[in-house]
């Protein structure tokens, strides 16, 4: 899982998004919205789902998956976090990506995972002035 912070609402940023964090031989998996589809020309494969029909996995495409991800942030974000401003909205999302991808359905356990969050820090230094 990796997450990034979309900014704007045109679907410009959406596209550039994509561009930049998946490679092309991937196989994108979308809703029905018409946007995707010239995105999707450039990818191995585009999928689509037809949330509209109550479409919601047709094999092996679905988009559950994103979404379950994307409910899990957003439960943590109004019932953790509670409150996010845009300019630390990385980190949160960060926060969220190392647990998904380090969780117990992957195999990793809480002695590894805390060992991967200790890795990460060393020969770091983090204060308040230095996150402006």
């Known amino acids: 899982m990796k997450s990034t912070h979309i900014t704007g609402k045109n679907f410009y940023n959406v596209k ?3 561009r930049t964090h998946m490679d092309t031989s991937a196989n994108l998996m979308t809703d029905e919205h018409k946007k995707f589809c010239n995105i999707g020309k450039q990818f ?3 999928q689509t789902i037809n949330h509209g029909a109550k479409e919601y996995a047709r094999g092996d495409v679905c988009t559950n998956t ?3 991800v994307f409910s899990i942030f957003k439960r943590g974000m109004t019932g953790v976090y509670q409150h996010c401003q845009s300019k630390h ?4 999302l960060s926060d969220f990506d190392f647990r998904y991808n380090n969780r117990i359905a992957l195999g990793v356990n809480d002695k590894q ?3 991967a969050i200790l890795a990460g ?3 770091k230094r983090l204060t308040y002035q230095a996150v402006n």
């Open 89 to 92: 909205l990385h980190r949160y």
């Open 66 to 68: 994103v979404e379950g």
């Open 121 to 123: 820090v060393v020969g």
């Open 44 to 46: 191995a494969s585009h």
């Open 16 to 18: 550039k998004a994509l």
């Open 113 to 115: 995972r805390a060992d």
